[in-house]
């Protein structure tokens, strides 16, 4: 049962991870397994790199503080939530794709507010930082099109899958909305749905030398620097908002356009992703503390 209920975790997650501005990592959260995802991934990178200094007795010693009972079901549930939804998700930004965006910026917005929880101290500082950021990345989006890259290379792919894994490491923030960001959320999404084994297993290593890299980047800076670092996520989060503004064509767009007919839709949409966003973050801190 509890292999059964750790699987279910798993798929909350990957389907958490497919929808831009919810977190995987906030789901954990919700479940109550974050810090032993934490824990696992320290050790599991801890063991790459004991691995790469020819460390032999290391790597053993890392490997078995690893919860392998635990991981291993995570991970697989995580895959099937990919598998299952990544289909599904793609028609629906083809056939409703301004829905979908107010949808998507009401979990980016409710995702701002948790993440500026998470400052254990905030001042005047940490408000100059995330709205720097916001603003810097507010207008660098508006110089491109906004939309999905063309035909990436595998390189693009790799380092897709490098970025977007820091969501299993932070509450607050999407895998998915860096993939937005970055003009690879619909090229991986369709690399999923059409079965396109090379490429993702491409992301996949991405994705493997980037949890290894930023589980310890990351916890070296949220140890050290954890406000600042939480404050710039949030203006990240926030100057992100620019791509998944509703109109005129909905999520994937640099264009801002004046709401259409369809705004009361739009907004009911955007309401019901605040909405969703403000019950996970109400769970977890009735589930556990962030250790962050």
């Given at each position: 049962?509890?292999?059964?209920?750790?699987?279910?975790?798993?798929?909350?997650?990957?389907?958490?991870?497919?929808?831009p501005g919810?977190?995987?990592?906030?789901?954990?959260?919700?479940?109550?397994?974050?810090?032993?995802?934490?824990?696992?991934?320290?050790?599991?990178?801890?063991?790459?790199?004991?691995?790469?200094?020819?460390?032999?007795?290391?790597?053993?010693?890392?490997?078995?503080?690893?919860?392998?009972?635990?991981?291993?079901?995570?991970?697989?549930?995580?895959?099937?939530?990919?598998?299952?939804?990544?289909?599904?998700?793609?028609?629906?930004?083809?056939?409703?794709?301004?829905?979908?965006?107010?949808?998507?910026?009401?979990?980016?917005?409710?995702?701002?507010?948790?993440?500026?929880?998470?400052?254990?101290?905030?001042?005047?500082?940490?408000?100059?930082?995330?709205?720097?950021?916001?603003?810097?990345?507010?207008?660098?989006?508006?110089?491109?099109?906004?939309?999905?890259?063309?035909?990436?290379?595998?390189?693009?792919?790799?380092?897709?899958?490098?970025?977007?894994?820091?969501?299993?490491?932070?509450?607050?923030?999407?895998?998915?909305?860096?993939?937005?960001?970055?003009?690879?959320?619909?090229?991986?999404?369709?690399?999923v749905s059409?079965?396109?084994?090379?490429?993702?297993?491409?992301?996949?290593?991405?994705?493997?030398?980037?949890?290894?890299?930023?589980?310890?980047?990351?916890?070296?800076?949220?140890?050290?620097?954890?406000?600042?670092?939480?404050?710039?996520?949030?203006?990240?989060?926030?100057?992100?908002?620019?791509?998944?503004?509703?109109?005129?064509?909905?999520?994937?767009?640099?264009?801002?356009?004046?709401?259409?007919?369809?705004?009361?839709?739009?907004?009911?949409?955007?309401?019901?992703?605040?909405?969703a966003v403000?019950?996970?973050?109400?769970?977890?801190?009735?589930?556990?503390?962030?250790?962050?």
């Amino acid at each position: 049962m509890q292999t059964i209920r750790t699987l279910i975790g798993g798929f909350l997650m990957g389907t958490a991870d497919l929808v831009p501005g919810v977190s995987g990592g906030t789901i954990a959260l919700v479940l109550g397994i974050y810090e032993r995802l934490i824990t696992s991934i320290r050790e599991g990178s801890s063991a790459l790199g004991s691995l790469v200094k020819l460390d032999i007795d290391g790597v053993r010693r890392h490997l078995r503080k690893v919860e392998w009972e635990f991981l291993i079901p995570l991970l697989l549930g995580i895959l099937l939530a990919v598998v299952l939804l990544a289909s599904f998700l793609e028609h629906q930004l083809e056939v409703r794709p301004t829905v979908l965006a107010g949808l998507f910026l009401g979990l980016v917005a409710g995702s701002v507010f948790i993440a500026w929880a998470l400052v254990k101290r905030p001042g005047p500082a940490h408000v100059v930082i995330a709205t720097v950021v916001g603003l810097v990345l507010f207008f660098l989006l508006g110089f491109g099109e906004g939309e999905a890259l063309s035909d990436p290379s595998y390189l693009a792919f790799f380092g897709a899958g490098a970025l977007a894994i820091c969501a299993m490491i932070l509450p607050g923030i999407s895998g998915s909305l860096i993939l937005l960001m970055l003009g690879m959320y619909a090229p991986v999404l369709a690399a999923v749905s059409d079965r396109d084994i090379a490429t993702i297993a491409v992301v996949g290593l991405g994705a493997v030398v980037g949890l290894a890299v930023f589980s310890q980047v990351l916890n070296w800076a949220l140890t050290n620097h954890h406000d600042p670092v939480l404050a710039a996520l949030v203006g990240l989060m926030a100057g992100s908002t620019r791509v998944l503004w509703p109109w005129p064509d909905g999520v994937l767009s640099s264009e801002l356009g004046s709401p259409g007919d369809d705004w009361i839709v739009v907004g009911v949409a955007a309401l019901l992703g605040v909405g969703a966003v403000y019950l996970i973050s109400r769970l977890a801190a009735e589930k556990e503390t962030p250790v962050v």
